[in-house]
């Protein structure tokens, strides 16, 4: 299973950096991806990083958002800078079975994602 944590309360402009860690499996091999949640809105997936580390990063935050991994910890991170009110949400990370494919708008933003909790809180103030 897959916990995500590092949210929290930050400034417009602010940073955070958002850890996705396993609970059993290692994350080796793995595509992983964020996904957020604003109140009122679907979710919509942010980043996606493969196993061989290249990443695809949502227009949306693009320049702003980065997503690494560091095998040695088995840890995936959500990197977040230059923060804006659009970005409050809940974010969750998943293992994401479809490896990072462009996903058709027109499907489930989740489908092909596993994931588990509740994900972590990201409120960002004017």
């Known amino acids: 299973q897959l916990q995500a944590s590092g949210g929290g309360s930050v400034e417009y402009g602010g940073s955070l950096r958002l850890s996705c860690a396993s609970s059993?499996?290692?994350?080796?091999?793995?595509?992983i991806a964020w996904f957020r949640q604003a109140p009122g809105k679907e979710r919509e997936v942010v980043s996606c990083i493969k196993p061989n580390g290249s990443s695809r990063i949502s227009d949306v935050v693009k320049g702003r958002f980065t997503t690494s991994r560091d095998r040695s910890k088995n840890m995936v991170y959500l990197e977040m800078n230059n923060l804006r009110t659009e970005d409050t949400g809940v974010y969750t990370c998943?293992?994401?079975?479809?490896?990072?494919?462009?996903?058709?708008?027109?499907?489930?933003?989740?489908?092909?994602?596993?994931?588990w909790g509740r994900g972590t809180l990201v409120t960002v103030s004017s």
């Open positions: 998943a293992i994401d079975h479809l490896e990072c494919i462009e996903r058709d708008p027109t499907l489930s933003t989740t489908l092909g994602l596993d994931y």
């Open positions: 059993g499996d290692t994350l080796e091999g793995r595509a």
